[in-house]
């Protein structure tokens, strides 16, 4: 597609998790997919850029600080040289220039601002709130990540644009079932090989439901007398009261806190975990479940959200909020024959295989040719 697009990866924190990922892959795929692109980064940010997406131009323009950075995106970014200089500006993360004539295509991620804002900071739920209705009514084009949010957004925000579904992919080739290092991976991290563990991966924060979790891990760890529960992720907010229900809980010394995980050991933990477990609120589209699948894993998450959505029946679903339910289902899981992991493995697998992530860009060339008139 003889485009050229600016994308703007200024919001990408340089620990790459959920949107970000989709925001890392979309760059790295752009150019190869015939869109000449330039990568509007933080000025301190650039390098990193150069690495992902050799073959496309940096704008390193953006202000460092939060604070800084969208109030130059929402006045000042849109009347620039650089926004001036290509077809189209694709603003993959809810907010988009407030001045300037570039057409512009929006990211919408979930909804959960307006469904559930005590899920987030409040200070985050007002400004994300005008900030998606302001792109509902301004975009060119937005794009969701899946169906699921699609529905949500033109349910709850008067929509004056298009909307284009594409949904998040995932590396077949680098989440697979088979491993040849894992066991050196797992000792470089200090990790037992061969430990019995269930798995959680997400950032810490009300809405990924651990205080679920971690409520059914007493009756998984009663019912499994070697179990362990791994915790992955990165500190969000609105903690307290799960680190108070750590603290006091009776198999505490069978909870694994890992922190931040890079991507070459995450695979490795999904491939050797006896369950996943994504517990989630709501999502916009549950990228843990899909990584976790095309490891071949067993997974439970919850049903009637967007992770339902994308699990189809390669999953264990639960009601959102149930801790008994949870705890019945990751026994289950646990208990499994060899055989009949091996079938369940297969089917994950093979759900995984629907989504990549050069299907999630012919998506967006799609958006970009709306976007442009065509």
């Known amino acids: 597609m ?51 997406s050799p073959a496309a131009t940096i704008a390193n323009v953006v202000p460092n600080a939060r604070p800084a950075r969208l109030t130059y995106e929402a006045w000042v970014i849109g009347t620039s040289r650089t926004a001036q200089d290509v077809d189209l500006w694709h603003a993959p993360h809810y907010t988009m220039p407030r001045r300037g004539s570039t057409p512009t295509v929006v990211t919408i991620h979930d909804l959960t601002f307006f469904t559930n804002p005590e899920w987030h900071e409040r200070s985050k739920v ?10 509902a009514q301004h975009a060119r084009v937005l794009v969701a990540v899946s169906d699921y949010s699609a529905r949500l957004l033109e ?123 994504y517990p989630s609120r709501g999502e916009g589209f ?30 264990r679903l639960v009601p959102v909020g149930d801790a008994d339910a949870l705890a019945a289902a990751i026994l289950e899981a646990l208990s499994l024959s060899t055989s009949d992991r091996a079938s369940e493995s297969e089917r994950a697998r093979a759900r995984a295989r629907d989504f990549t992530w050069d299907a999630c860009v012919a998506q967006h060339l799609v958006a970009y040719e709306l976007a442009l008139g065509g």
């Open 155 to 277: 349910r709850l925000v008067p929509v004056h644009a298009p909307i284009v579904v594409a949904p998040l992919g995932v590396d077949l080739a680098h989440f697979q079932p088979e491993g040849r290092d894992d066991g050196s991976l797992l000792r470089d991290h200090d990790l037992p090989e061969d430990a019995n563990y269930v798995f959680f991966v997400g950032t810490a924060e009300p809405r990924k439901g651990l205080d679920v979790l971690v409520a059914a891990f007493r009756e998984v760890a009663e019912g499994d007398g070697d179990v362990e529960l791994w915790l992955a992720g990165q500190a969000g907010w609105g903690v307290d009261a799960l680190e108070e229900q750590l603290s006091t809980h009776p198999y505490r010394d069978r909870v694994r806190r890992l922190g931040f995980v890079d991507d070459e050991l995450l695979p490795a933990l999904y491939r050797n975990a006896r369950v996943v477990v």
């Open 286 to 315: 549950g990228l843990p479940v899909l990584e976790a699948m095309a490891c071949g894993a067993a997974v439970v998450t919850t049903s009637e959200t967007v992770m339902a959505e994308v699990a189809a029946d390669a999953a």
């Open 2 to 52: 003889a485009v050229k697009v600016a994308l703007d990866v200024s919001a990408v924190p340089l620990r790459v998790a959920g949107a970000g990922r989709y925001i890392v892959e979309l760059a790295a795929r752009l150019p190869a997919s015939g869109v000449t692109t330039t990568l509007v980064t933080r000025r301190d940010d650039h390098l990193r850029w150069r690495t992902t």
């Open 126 to 135: 007002t400004f994300f709130r005008r900030a998606i209705a302001h792109s």
